[in-house]
């Protein structure tokens, strides 16, 4: 059913004027500027989808969706752009095609007061809930990108314990120091804990190594993902740092005396669900820091919201489930980051930049519709939940339906909730994804309640650089042989040295000078 012009009026009136800049014409200033746009999309965008004209209305501005299919995107927009259509506002779906994209000449450069001045609520909620992710958009210490920023990449990934394994042994308390982890795994691979009468017990297997880098601060054994670190002057790899050095000291020294499950190099998922550590759910090991934290949550262990806005029990998570499935008896319980040598806790935090968006470079010659275009991103970081999410969704009431404000909790109104591109087709593609606001969900809060939000290990650099993509998959084979050999005992830990002459010669070097020197401009 098409909305009434006057309920098309109230909406723009009402649930969107809060926050933001009203666009509205003012003076010599009757132009509407035509403002084309290129994001992500499921479905093609009509011309006269409904979104598109709120935001106009809203904005005082005409909208055009340049259609572009997702699975070929940026095949499809380097078309477009070597044709000389650069769209306004662009979407990049990968992150690290930024600096492709401004060496091109096709992205307008910002500066922060435009930012301030036209996208006041998207300043503040990156300044507030992403500190440092704006920076991340600059080239040679000029603003190009504006980041999406995950909101739930906030919670680093789970410790997660065998919990009736623990008491067999007689630990009551998750551990919260390297210390107390070490005594732990030592009693699952000695003591029994399944009480067969075997020793067929370890403490952890590869996924579990998160825990104990984590506890040294670093993360360099990630099978697909760099973490870089600042050391001095310089931006180094995690990998060859001297905390990674002195983890695998201890690991090795753990899987001499048998605590590490030896088939560790093949890893703890055996196939299927990739979240799944059947090592752990077969009883095979009492820890790991594999997934995420709720796929761990067994029932019950937080109040959840169900479809009609009541508070309810949760269900088990995706893992959580098979273990229960397997074991019955089987319990859990969710540790914090540890504290290493140096007092501070800390465990892998996924990265929470997810990609960029960018102004049109042709947007340049016209200061009001770069600063309509600043201004369309910022209804998408209005603080009122109900706002933004109409942005994006449309209208509460036609397309879902709000059941529990506390929780910020939403359903889809059918036939949308079996829709999943609907919100394409109704002009959603404006809005920005992205937006990390503190998550109010029930599952979100018991992470807080956990204290996932603090321990996590970040990476300053969070796109992939050319020289480091350029020689990743030589470095990881490198590394890989090198910790997996010291890990084993085939090589000594002195080996370390060896291994990071190597690892420099084969492009480390030259990745962590590009490391370094992309740091240094973003300043």
Do not use: C
């Amino acid at each position: 059913m098409i909305l009434a012009a006057a309920a098309l009026a109230a909406i723009a009136s009402g649930a969107w004027a809060s926050g933001g800049q009203d666009g509205a014409a003012t003076g010599a200033e009757t132009k509407r500027p035509t403002i084309t746009v290129a994001n992500y999309q499921m479905e093609p965008t009509p011309e006269d989808a409904e979104l598109l004209k709120l935001y106009g209305d809203k904005l005082s501005a005409d909208y055009k969706v340049i259609n572009i299919n997702h699975d070929k995107y940026h095949e499809l927009l380097n078309v477009k752009l070597a044709s000389g259509e650069i769209p306004d506002l662009i979407y990049l779906r990968q992150a690290d095609t930024l600096g492709t994209y401004v060496k091109q000449g096709v992205v307008a450069k910002l500066t922060e007061d435009m930012i301030k001045q036209n996208a006041p609520d998207l300043y503040k909620m990156l300044s507030s809930y992403a500190p440092g992710f704006l920076e991340m958009g600059k080239i040679n210490g000029v603003q190009y990108g504006i980041p999406a920023v995950s909101p739930t990449n906030i919670f680093h990934i789970p410790l997660v314990y065998r919990a009736d394994w623990m008491r067999k042994v007689g630990v009551t308390k998750v551990p919260e120091t390297l210390a107390e982890f070490e005594s732990l795994m030592y009693k699952f691979a000695k003591e029994d804990p399944d009480g067969n009468g075997k020793n067929d017990t370890y403490g952890l297997s590869r996924d579990g190594f998160f825990a104990v880098f984590g506890a040294f601060g670093v993360v360099p054994f990630h099978e697909k993902t760099d973490y870089w670190m600042k050391q001095g002057d310089k931006v180094i790899n995690h990998t060859a740092s001297s905390n990674a050095r002195q983890a695998l000291e201890l690991i090795a020294k753990w899987y001499k005396d048998g605590v590490i499950d030896p088939e560790f190099v093949t890893g703890e998922n055996q196939g299927g669900y990739w979240a799944i550590s059947h090592a752990l759910i077969n009883g095979r090991i009492g820890f790991t820091s594999r997934a995420n934290y709720y796929h761990w949550a067994m029932p019950g262990v937080y109040q959840d919201v169900d479809a009609a806005g009541n508070r309810a029990p949760n269900q088990p998570g995706a893992v959580a489930k098979e273990l229960i499935a397997l074991n019955p008896k089987a319990e859990l319980a969710l540790g914090q980051a540890l504290k290493g040598p140096s007092g501070v806790a800390g465990i892998m935090e996924f990265n929470r930049l997810m990609n960029f968006y960018v102004v049109g470079k042709l947007a340049e010659q016209d200061p009001a519709k770069l600063a309509k275009v600043l201004q369309t991103l910022n209804l998408s970081a209005n603080p009122d939940y109900l706002t933004r999410t109409s942005v994006k969704y449309g209208q509460e009431g036609k397309y879902w339906k709000l059941v529990d404000p506390a929780s910020e909790t939403m359903n889809m109104i059918p036939p949308y909730d079996k829709d999943q591109s609907y919100w394409s087709r109704i002009g959603g593609v404006l809005a920005m994804s992205g937006t990390p606001f503190p998550p109010k969900a029930a599952r979100e809060q018991w992470a807080y309640s956990l204290k996932y939000d603090q321990g996590g290990v970040k990476s300053v650099i969070q796109v992939g650089l050319p020289t480091a993509m350029k020689y990743k998959a030589e470095l990881m084979k490198i590394r890989d042989e090198a910790y997996i050999s010291i890990i084993t005992g085939a090589k000594p830990v002195s080996y370390f040295d060896e291994f990071l002459q190597k690892y420099m010669a084969a492009g480390g070097a030259e990745a962590e000078k590009e490391a370094t020197e992309f740091i240094k401009a973003q300043m």
